[in-house]
Every structure is written in structure tokens, then in C-alpha cells.
């Protein structure tokens, strides 16, 4: 695993970067998927949040990208795609339309720490075995490959050279 202590100010600021996207996204029109009974906004801030987090960590520039989607070209650097949870025993989720060749990591946010509990490729990921239906009555409201934590990879093992 690998924390990164975000400062009072980083989280303010990618908080907002967080709210910037959701908005983007209703001046675009794009509908919360069916059955879901948030809004959307808690999850663009933890992505904006984990996303900056990573970049942290690599002691990268990060700005988070607020008009588009970043599914192809990586959340991170080009090269990594970040999903987060707010609960511990939560899984890391790939949809079916995301890329195979990105490496993702499974970030938890308890701030004002983001904990990085592990990683997959995405084709190891895309396995029958890893699959969900719809289920509303576990809060699942779009099919995707749910990844379970004791399928990841360490951290430790991620090659920030070449990964």
C-alpha cells in the first residue's frame, strides 16, 4: 500500500476541480446512470481527489481534466487510470468500455489521506470471473468488472518506469 497525506489546501482546491467536472457535465447534459440515488458530484470529487493524490506521489503537475472524459488517454500522466472508494472492503470497477493497456489503481479516501490498496491491468481486469450484472438491491446499477481487493497486485509491484 502506498498514503499520501493531501494538505488542507490540495483538498480544497481538487474538491472544486471535482465540482467543476459534475458541472461540466450537467452543461453537457449527461444523465446519472439509471437507478443510482446520488447525484454524482461525491464521485468526481474522489476522483479528483485520488487522481491528484497519485500525482502527488510521482511529484507530478496535476490538473485535473474538467471538459471531457479522460477514459482513453489516462487519469494520471498519461499512463495510469485511478478509481476510488470511501469504504474499505469497496471494489475496484472497470466498465466494459474502458481501455485494457492502462494499469488501475484502487485508491481509498479517508482524508486527508488517499491509500493506494493495489492495482490490475485492465485486461486482467476484463475476466468473466470478475463480471456483475445490474443488481439494485446491492447497489449495483450498471454491469461492470468488479475487481475484489484480494485480486490485485501491491503496490510494490506497479513499475512506475515502465507500467
Given at each position: 500500500?502506498?498514503?499520501?497525506?493531501l494538505t488542507p489546501?490540495?483538498?480544497?482546491?481538487?474538491?472544486?476541480?471535482?465540482?467543476?467536472?459534475?458541472?461540466?457535465?450537467?452543461?453537457?447534459?449527461?444523465?446519472?446512470?439509471?437507478?443510482?440515488?446520488?447525484?454524482?458530484?461525491?464521485?468526481?470529487?474522489?476522483?479528483?481527489?485520488?487522481?491528484?493524490?497519485?500525482?502527488?506521489?510521482?511529484?507530478?503537475?496535476?490538473?485535473?481534466?474538467?471538459?471531457?472524459?479522460?477514459?482513453?488517454?489516462?487519469?494520471?500522466?498519461?499512463?495510469y487510470q485511478i478509481?476510488?472508494?470511501?469504504?474499505?472492503?469497496?471494489?475496484?470497477?472497470?466498465?466494459?468500455?474502458?481501455?485494457?493497456?492502462?494499469?488501475?489503481?484502487?485508491?481509498?479516501?479517508?482524508?486527508?489521506?488517499?491509500?493506494?490498496?493495489?492495482?490490475?491491468?485492465?485486461?486482467?481486469?476484463?475476466?468473466?470471473?470478475?463480471?456483475?450484472?445490474?443488481?439494485?438491491?446491492?447497489?449495483?446499477?450498471?454491469?461492470?468488472?468488479?475487481?475484489?481487493?484480494?485480486?490485485?497486485?501491491?503496490?510494490?509491484?506497479?513499475?512506475?518506469?515502465?507500467?
Open positions: 500500500m502506498i498514503t499520501v497525506k489546501s490540495e483538498i480544497e482546491t481538487f474538491s472544486h476541480g471535482g465540482f467543476s467536472r459534475k458541472l461540466a457535465a450537467v452543461r453537457r447534459n449527461w444523465k446519472v446512470e439509471p437507478g443510482r440515488m446520488d447525484l454524482g458530484f461525491d464521485r468526481d470529487v474522489a476522483g479528483c481527489l485520488s487522481e491528484a493524490a497519485w500525482a502527488k506521489h510521482l511529484n507530478i503537475f496535476y490538473c485535473p481534466l474538467i471538459e471531457g472524459l479522460d477514459t482513453k488517454v489516462g487519469d494520471v500522466a498519461g499512463r478509481k476510488s472508494i470511501t469504504f474499505s472492503h469497496g471494489a475496484l470497477i472497470v466498465r466494459k468500455q474502458d481501455p485494457e493497456h492502462f494499469p488501475y489503481l484502487l485508491a481509498l479516501i479517508a482524508l486527508p489521506q488517499v491509500t493506494f490498496l493495489g492495482w490490475i491491468m485492465g485486461h486482467d481486469a476484463k475476466q468473466p470471473d470478475h463480471w456483475e450484472e445490474i443488481d439494485p438491491a446491492r447497489k449495483i446499477h450498471q454491469a461492470a468488472y468488479f475487481v475484489r481487493q484480494k485480486f490485485l497486485r501491491p503496490m510494490e509491484e506497479l513499475d512506475l518506469e515502465k507500467d
